[in-house]
């Protein structure tokens, strides 16, 4: 399965202990494994804690959840300003733990259920609870720590999203060949690409292109009409006048000539 191959690549010194078959007693660092809501079934969580790896999953919507959130919403006190990443408050949102509202029977011991909320935006995914003001979102996890650093630390796993969307974009949103291996091969091609390119932009631009999505980086900077002329030993680019993105180009160029 996937968590034994992420396990398996790991440095020896994490990995003891966490391997299918091996001693518990070799733990020495502690894992844990967040997923999305693939990964919210008793049976995968059961399998990863006999491994000794802990779990942050988030939940999907059932009529038991439902009734928690209503309970919550009048009960006093029990909601609690939500923080970002750099401990800063996000603005009208709140996390609260509903492990004693909700049935985990089924689940490992130590289970406990965290829900979120937050204002209403367009775009926003499917929410716990029905709702005209919030969406609710919410995990289980086994982990210790107050709701709200644990609503922090799921929440940095949203990052995975865009990185799956960037691979898409790439051409890992298709297979396009009937054979096995030739689509294992596509698949490799595109994960070296995509990590080429991101090293690209991490090192090489600024602003806005450090961060921008492949199509805007295909018309931006990779089809940029232009010439490499090799002249004196000396290579000259030359962009099309009035080539938009011409001073990113440029940059780049700049940066990898300080880094060769």
Not at 165 to 173: A, E, H, N, P, V
Not at 187 to 193: F, G, N, S, Y
Request: hydrophobic share 40%; charged share 20%; with cysteine.
């Amino acid at each position: 399965m996937v968590i034994d191959a992420a396990i398996a690549a790991l440095p020896e010194e994490i990995a003891a202990g966490h391997r299918p078959g091996d001693d518990p007693a070799l733990v020495s660092r502690p894992l844990v494994c967040r997923t999305d809501s693939a990964g919210s079934t008793k049976d995968f969580v059961a399998d990863i804690t006999a491994r000794k790896v802990g779990f942050m999953t988030v939940a999907a919507t059932s009529g038991a959840v439902q009734s928690a959130i209503m309970a919550a919403e009048t009960t006093p006190k029990i909601w609690s300003p939500a923080r970002r990443q750099n401990g800063k408050v996000r603005k009208r949102s709140a996390v609260a733990e509903l492990t004693g509202l909700v049935d985990l029977s089924g689940w490992p011991s130590g289970t406990r259920r965290i829900v979120r909320r937050e204002p209403l935006h367009p775009g926003a995914q499917r929410s716990l609870f029905p709702s005209t003001e919030y969406r609710y979102w919410g995990f289980y996890t086994d982990e210790a720590g107050s709701p709200v650093t644990l609503d922090a630390t799921m929440r940095a796993h949203a990052h995975v999203e865009n990185y799956i969307q960037r691979l898409k974009d790439s051409g890992l949103g298709h297979f396009p060949f009937p054979e096995l291996e030739a689509n294992r091969t596509w698949m490799t091609l595109v994960l070296l690409a995509a990590d080429l390119v991101r090293w690209f932009q991490i090192l090489c631009l600024d602003g806005y292109w450090k961060t921008a999505r492949p199509k805007a980086l295909r018309w931006g900077i990779f089809h940029a009409p232009g010439r490499l002329i090799r002249s004196a030993r000396q290579h000259t680019l030359r962009i099309l006048d009035g080539w938009p993105f011409a001073d990113a180009l440029l940059g780049a160029y700049h940066h990898i000539q300080a880094l060769t």
